[in-house]
């Protein structure tokens, strides 16, 4: 997946928009307000940063060399992904979804009901 990829399947999740609060490079993607995903714009390489459950960061970090703790977040719960090929876009997708989840499942009931 490219940038522009990364991107437009974030913003087609409910209630997601699109923010560059950092600086002017690094485009932040909230539900609610709240961030899961993060993907800088200056990289040559594209990645993502996603939030995860701490288990599920370990794990990924484990059995993908693409993975990597994000350097500008708390290490047990936010991943870097690099889309360095041997990562499929399914499986990008399906932690994209994992990130979003995650978030929305911490929001208040009364957020949580403007997302259905």
């Known amino acids: 997946m490219n940038v522009e990829e990364l991107r437009e399947y974030c913003l087609s999740l409910k209630g ?3 923010c560059f609060p950092f600086d002017d490079v690094t485009l932040v993607l909230k539900v609610q307000g709240k961030m899961f995903a993060l993907i800088p714009l200056d990289n040559i390489e594209p990645q993502i940063s996603l939030k995860c459950d701490p288990d599920l960061a370990i794990s990924l970090r484990e ?3 693409g993975v990597v703790p994000a350097y500008h977040f ?3 719960h936010w991943n870097t992904v690099f889309m360095d090929g041997h990562i499929t876009r399914k499986q990008i997708c399906e932690w994209i979804d994992h990130s979003y989840k995650l978030v929305v499942s911490g929001l208040p ?3 949580k009901e403007e997302l259905q």
Request: aromatic share 8%; hydrophobic share 15%.
């Open 16 to 18: 997601t928009t699109e």
């Open 63 to 65: 059995e993908f060399e």
């Open 74 to 76: 708390n290490k047990k």
């Open 109 to 111: 009931k009364k957020l």
